[in-house]
């Protein structure tokens, strides 16, 4: 029997009669030799997937590069001599990140010290693949900002901002800030975004972010990758800069970073978020956003069915009793519970683990494994629920005189802010996690936009008034008094387009 691809170049070079030959000779010899009692033959076949690399375009290069660098290390494995020195500089090793086209697989991998990278800009046959090295210097920088240094993330150099005073800045680029920056960018107003790049939700950068209608589930850097690109086709610019101080100057403020730049500016939204302040158990929080969480609602569909659990809260126990038969309140260093708590925890089933917890037992594949008890007892748990204080990133901000109040909840604390974020501070907006701990990315968003509609409306109002004092001053014949005299003889009892004088 001749090899398959022999058959299949056969049947090529043959013509069609010649295969009806082939296929008739073929059949004759089957039912000579009994093998087969019918006049035709259907063969059924399946088509199997195969793993086909297809490099095209630019990533001709990307693959090339990895297909050499794999080839070599093969070979010098297999103990061949070789007089060129081989050094791989495919950069696809452990931390090395491949940018682009942004997608939120590539934004999940951004480790928060990468050094290498792989960039790919643009598509098809307009793609270009570029590799590089982070200086080590940035590569201490919260992973915003190292975007932004390797020009994967829109960012302005504040050195070269504007010295008008801008009509906003806003400090603080997360969900909140943005989305206000997209808002007054959108009705012409000029809006300088500065950044610190720390989002509160970086550390589920790997778990992504959940409960965003049509994003559900993007890197919450891909969002701020997207919400940076579509502010700046409205003219907003986003510095990469910590706020160190903001006060008052005369009508405006001024806004100063910790790398001793000033910015003047006419109003001030803080959007800075808050910090989770998480319970002190050792090795806690460095599995935060991964295995320690806090949000059923942004979470809890992932750690589903799961052994959970939950450190010292009996409403976090009953939230995650929703999400799994499995779960085990651990009173910690003496969570107080009603009867009618404990009535209602037998009755779910939840297992109440009393002692303070010591420490966290991790496997050899870094997953958390269980929790270790003061008595030295191990209680296997897969994911650890626990509820952080949560405290408004507001303290550098005392030149402004914020007010922060307790959260009615006991929760943590925030800036006061009325419905539309105003902070009762002349010229001052705040919103987002900063002014109301318990909002997610959504909520942040469209408090965002609130205050900007406020803050624009105060700026119109400002603007008119301005406007209207120049025309005073120099009006003369054109003075309001004289207008308004004007009107009334040209409109007559027409007011507004109706004829006040034809009845309804
Ligand atoms: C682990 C974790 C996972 C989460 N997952 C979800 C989820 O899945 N879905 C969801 O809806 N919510 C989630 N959240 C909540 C979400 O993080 C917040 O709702 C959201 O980040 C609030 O947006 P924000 O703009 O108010 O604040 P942030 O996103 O925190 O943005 C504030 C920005 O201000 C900057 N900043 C702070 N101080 C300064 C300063 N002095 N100068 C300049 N810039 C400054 C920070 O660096 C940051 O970039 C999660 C939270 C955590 C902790």
């Not at 009953?318 to 009867?339: A, C, I, N, Y």
């Not at 779910?348 to 010591?358: H, N, P, Q, S």
């Not at 405290?391 to 006991?410: I, K």
């Amino acid at each position: 029997m001749p090899h398959p691809t022999t058959l299949v170049k056969l049947v090529r070079r043959s013509s069609p009669q010649i295969i009806e030959q082939l296929n008739a000779t073929l059949l004759g010899k089957l039912a000579e030799d009994k093998l087969l009692r019918c006049r035709k033959l259907r063969i059924d076949t399946t088509v199997l997937e195969a793993d086909i690399d297809h490099p095209t375009d630019a990533d001709l290069l990307e693959h090339g590069v990895r297909k050499l660098g794999r080839l070599v290390r093969r070979i010098k494995t297999a103990g061949a001599a070789s007089r060129t020195p081989f050094r791989d500089r495919s950069l696809r090793r452990a931390g090395s990140i491949n940018l682009g086209p942004q997608t939120t697989e590539a934004f999940m991998r951004v480790p928060p010290s990468c050094g290498a990278y792989v960039r790919v800009d643009g598509f098809g046959f307009g793609r270009s693949v570029s590799t590089g090295s982070l200086p080590k210097r940035h590569r201490a920088l919260p992973p915003v900002r190292q975007l932004a240094h390797i020009g994967a993330m829109n960012a302005t150099n504040l050195k070269q901002a504007d010295t008008q005073p801008w009509d906003v800045v806003i400090i603080g680029g997360g969900p909140a800030g943005l989305s206000a920056a997209l808002s007054l960018g959108r009705v012409r107003r000029s809006v300088l975004v500065i950044d610190a790049g720390e989002p509160r939700n970086a550390p589920a950068v790997r778990v992504g972010a959940h409960g965003i209608l049509g994003r559900e589930g993007i890197s919450p850097l891909e969002l701020l990758w997207l919400g940076r690109e579509e502010v700046s086709a409205y003219g907003v610019r986003v510095a990469d800069a910590r706020v160190t101080d903001a006060r008052r100057d005369g009508d405006g403020f001024i806004v100063v970073t910790d790398d001793g730049e000033q910015v003047r500016a006419r109003r001030v939204l803080v959007t800075t978020g808050l910090t989770d302040e998480l319970p002190d158990v050792p090795g806690l929080a460095e599995r935060w956003g991964h295995d320690v969480l806090h949000c059923v609602y942004c979470h809890g569909w992932e750690v589903r069915d799961t052994a959970i659990g939950v450190l010292g809260s009996f409403h976090q126990a009953l939230l995650f009793r929703q999400m799994s038969l499995d779960v085990t309140l651990f009173r910690h260093t003496g969570t107080e519970l009603s009867d009618e708590q404990w009535e209602q925890l037998a009755g779910l089933g939840v297992a109440v683990a009393d002692g303070e917890v010591t420490g966290l037992h991790i496997d050899g594949e870094d997953r958390l494994a269980g929790v270790r008890l003061a008595s030295g007892n191990l209680v296997p748990v897969r994911n650890l629920v626990v509820a952080p204080r949560f405290v408004a990133r507001a303290g550098f901000l005392g030149g402004l005189g914020l007010s922060v109040v307790e959260h009615p909840s006991g929760t943590g604390e925030q800036v006061q802010a009325d419905p539309s974020g105003f902070t009762g501070v002349e010229g001052v907006w705040a919103a987002g996690n900063v002014s109301d701990v318990f909002a997610g990315v959504p909520a942040a968003a469209a408090a965002g936009v609130t205050s900007a509609a406020a803050m624009h409306m105060d700026l119109l109002m400002a603007d008119a008034k301005t406007a209207a004092a120049a025309r005073t001053v120099d009006a003369g014949p054109f003075s309001g008094a004289m207008e308004a005299e004007v009107s009334r003889r040209v409109l007559g009892t027409r007011v507004h387009g109706l004829d006040a004088g034809a009845g309804a």
